[in-house]
């Protein structure tokens, strides 16, 4: 058999932060590993966006910007990757075309390759203006289609969007299993269709919460997948990624060999195991399989989450019938993917109607935007009668919802006047207005003395 490496992306600088340490990880702590893993040969090291950028100027008081720069320093040989929520960049609700441009010129001046975009309802034109911009500027755009399990997802739906993603333009595909309930033999029967049909190099990703990862792995390699997504050991497993070495191990000498050194792999990953230490109490405490994603096909952060608040205001006994409640939201809202921002949408809105007592006796303003279109065309149909008692007489929007939202850069720019005339602190503003303002503040103290003067 002709010889065909497959190619790792390492994920620890970004998802595997974001779904085993709450997203955490400071940059003083990358900077020392990410200098070992650029002796490794990686395809790419996925280290922003995400949760990441959120998470530097809410809780961590750094720079995101400079986190990009200071791994490009050390990583001058990889690959720098980055996931981008198609039009809502980094963060939660879609942004005007003109932050969207900005940003991602921006993210590659400051050291972004790899800009792997993907559509909470994997609607192709919420990708349309990031994967346009990433080609214009001569970068490489992933284009991204979530698996998810329900009755209008079919093998057929993902090849229809993988090919519409490669008529604009796109340098490779990746298929996105956020939740880890891509089973081996499913990733097979997908992967293989996707090599038939598309000429772009396939990746995929997936998370090990079902512990199923490793062998979806697998199989996807003897399907023809191109890129695997893998995390060093001490990240890897449960809400992570599958163990690099162990996919590294398990192709050693066989045609689909990695090349990539096992013991560099190790001494790397003991490096790893010293650091995480200093995170144990971001830890979640799901560390194996959990079999309850199967059925609820809610990502393990989420669940994480979802328990804590629920403690916080002493409801987590219902946290069963909130379970049962959100399939059932989701059928409503058109069977929408459990991926950032909609997984947030149908947990609380389920939420809403177990504590409430009475289903949508309050309906969120997220779960009204959503059944009026404003996130774009939901893969199945909407429950009418919930469309129209919140619509009333107004009719669902049907264009590109971005086409409706006004640019936006010049009144920034006037509300920043006098903080910073920096581009990157203006994009910083631009997607959390006031954590960032705050931030500002910490991070130049003189600036409180301005607003008082
Ligand atoms: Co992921």
């Not at 010889?3 to 400071?26: C, G, H, L, V």
Request: proline share 5%; net charge neutral.
């Amino acid at each position: 058999m002709e010889k065909k490496p497959i190619k790792i992306m390492d994920t620890i600088f970004r998802d595997a932060s974001q779904s085993k340490i709450a997203t955490r990880m400071k940059l003083e702590d990358m900077l020392p590993i990410a200098e070992k893993l650029d002796k490794v040969g990686y395809h790419s090291v996925e280290m922003w966006g995400g949760a990441t950028f959120d998470s530097c100027i809410r809780y961590l008081n750094e720079d995101p910007w400079e986190r990009v720069r200071e791994l490009k320093k050390r990583m001058p040989n990889t690959k720098m990757q980055m996931v981008i929520r198609g039009q809502s960049l980094v963060g939660y609700r879609h942004y005007p075309d003109d932050v969207v441009v900005c940003f991602v010129e921006k993210a590659a001046e400051n050291g972004i390759d790899i800009f792997r975009p993907f559509d909470a309802l994997d609607d192709v034109r919420n990708l349309k203006t990031v994967i346009e911009t990433v080609k214009r500027i001569g970068k490489i755009a992933e284009g991204t289609v979530c698996y998810t399990i329900s009755p209008v997802h079919t093998t057929r739906l993902i090849l229809d969007k993988a090919r519409q993603l490669e008529d604009l333009g796109i340098d490779l595909f990746c298929l996105k299993d956020m939740a880890g309930l891509l089973d081996p033999y499913t990733a097979y029967k997908i992967i293989k269709r996707l090599k038939k049909s598309l000429n772009v190099p396939i990746h995929l990703h997936t998370h090990d919460t079902c512990g199923m990862g490793a062998m979806s792995c697998l199989k996807a390699v003897e399907a023809g997948v191109d890129i695997i997504d893998t995390v060093l050991s001490p990240f890897s497993e449960g809400t992570g990624q599958p163990p690099t070495e162990s996919l590294v191990m398990a192709l050693k000498g066989t045609p689909y060999d990695t090349g990539l050194d096992l013991n560099l792999l190790a001494e790397i990953a003991d490096d790893v195991r010293e650091m995480k230490k200093k995170y144990k109490e971001f830890e979640t405490d799901m560390g194996g399989v959990d079999s309850k994603i199967m059925v609820t096909q809610i990502p393990g952060g989420v669940m994480s989450n979802m328990a804590a608040q629920l403690k916080q205001v002493g409801a987590l006994h219902r946290l069963n019938e909130i379970l049962e409640e959100i399939p059932k939201v989701r059928k409503d809202l058109g069977y929408i993917s459990l991926v950032t921002p909609t997984s947030q949408i149908i947990v609380v809105q389920a939420t809403v109607n177990v504590i409430t007592g009475e289903r949508y006796k309050i309906i969120t303003n997220e779960t009204r935007e959503l059944l009026r279109g404003g996130y774009g065309e939901t893969p199945g149909p909407v429950n009418p009668e919930l469309q129209k008692r919140v619509l009333k007489d107004e009719e669902p929007i049907t264009c590109r919802p971005a086409d409706l939202i006004p640019n936006a850069m010049e009144r920034l720019r006037k509300e920043l006047k006098g903080i910073s005339t920096s581009e990157e602190d203006l994009l910083t503003y631009a997607l959390f207005p006031h954590i960032a303002l705050n931030f500002f503040k910490r991070r130049t103290p003189e600036l409180n003395l301005l607003e008082s003067n």
